[in-house]
């Protein structure tokens, strides 16, 4: 149960939501039947070295809703309030969005990101306003609004969704507490508008460490999340700890030190913009470089090739951010197989 009532959804986030959350995506079995809670445990605590604030559990693998609410119940358990657990709905219809929610908000998640679904064809702005309101009140938890040209809403407005109908959604519904604003992407002119417009009324954030950490020392932003900064191993959390506490010079400086690995992984995601879809396989395998569990995934999913993963470590290791020696084979295997 989240430590808050709905009516201080606001107000809780502004006091709380301070640092950096990235994603965990469900390991398996290797047989693919069922979850690896001995992976998904080993996951939270690496969050918690690393020095994340919050962690995204990702639903787009495939995973029931009865899956995830264990996924959920174990996450909870293991990190004990060490680390802020993000509920992703992005299941298959408001229907089966609502049921899951309820369920993870019993189970231990604190906040929720918002997708909509991939068969939701809104057209008029209205349409995303009527969905976004059905689904926040099915739910005492606070969400994060998530403007992004994934949703393919740019037949209503450049922006996606459109900005009147944010600022609509912001003043009609109390637990919207949060704008992950990557309306407009790959421009920055979504953020821009909703800061300027919404960020003294909820948290604005935008989650790519490469724009996000610059935009931190320009504007007295809380939070980033949700993205894969775990690729990075500490770094994302350290520097946005450092430009939160004023050394914002210092942290620019250190900020280029691993622009190798940045590179590859804006590489990885101009490979997969046409997909319109997250490459969670190559989010786990960077994950996994990382320390993290690794394992397989279930179809449908993106799959990873072999230049992809060489290009990945590369980079780190030009980064000099210590990838696992591992060989990448142990990837598919995982650190914790059941």
Same mark, same amino acid.
């Given at each position: ?28 079995? +290797? ?56 509920? +992703? ?33 809104? &057209? ?10 059905? %689904?926040?009140?099915?739910?005492? $938890? ?10 393919? %809403? ?7 969704? =459109? ?34 417009? $919404? ?13 996000? $950490?610059?935009?931190?020392? @320009? ?11 775990? !690729? ?6 350290? @520097? ?17 030190? !691993?622009? =190798?690995?940045?590179?590859?992984? &804006?590489?990885? %995601? ?8 997250? +490459?969670?396989?190559?989010?786990? !395998? ?5 320390? %993290? ?22 980079? $780190? ?22």
């Amino acid at each position: 149960m989240a430590e808050y009532r709905k009516k201080e959804a606001r107000e809780w986030a502004r006091e709380k939501m301070k640092g950096v959350a990235n994603v965990i995506i469900p390991s398996y079995s +290797h047989d693919l039947r069922r979850l690896n809670e001995r992976g998904i445990r080993h996951d939270v605590r690496r969050e918690i070295e690393l020095g994340f604030w919050g962690a995204l559990l990702v639903s787009e693998t495939a995973i029931t809703v009865e899956e995830y609410g264990d996924f959920v119940t174990w996450a909870a358990d293991e990190a004990r309030g060490r680390l802020r657990l993000i509920h +992703h709905a992005a299941f298959n219809t408001l229907d089966e969005n609502i049921r899951a929610v309820q369920l993870a908000e019993r189970n231990g998640c604190e906040l929720i990101l918002l997708s909509y679904p991939s068969n939701f064809y809104p &057209e008029t702005g209205e349409e995303i306003y009527d969905y976004t309101k059905a %689904f926040c009140e099915a739910t005492n $938890l606070g969400v994060i609004l998530f403007p992004v040209p994934l949703w393919g %809403f740019e037949r209503i407005h450049p922006a996606g969704m =459109p900005p009147a109908i944010i600022r609509k959604m912001v003043d009609d519904i109390p637990n919207i507490v949060c704008i992950k604003a990557e309306g407009g992407m790959p421009t920055i002119g979504g953020f821009v508008e909703t800061w300027l417009t $919404l960020s003294d009324k909820v948290v604005v954030t935008f989650p790519i460490e490469s724009e996000a $950490l610059p935009l931190a020392t @320009l504007v007295p932003m809380q939070f980033i999340g949700t993205s894969n900064s775990e !690729y990075y191993g500490p770094t994302v959390p350290r @520097l946005f700890n450092m430009i939160r506490d004023g050394q914002k010079e210092k942290a620019m400086e250190l900020y280029w030190n !691993y622009h =190798p690995a940045r590179m590859a992984n &804006e590489q990885l %995601f101009a490979s997969t913009k046409g997909a319109h879809f997250i +490459h969670r396989m190559a989010w786990k !395998y960077q994950a996994w470089l990382q320390g %993290f569990n690794g394992g397989p995934l279930r179809h449908p999913t993106m799959r990873l090739h072999e230049p992809q993963m060489k290009s990945l470590r590369a980079a $780190l290791v030009a980064s000099k951010l210590d990838p696992t020696p591992l060989p990448d084979r142990e990837y598919w295997i995982g650190r914790n197989p059941e």
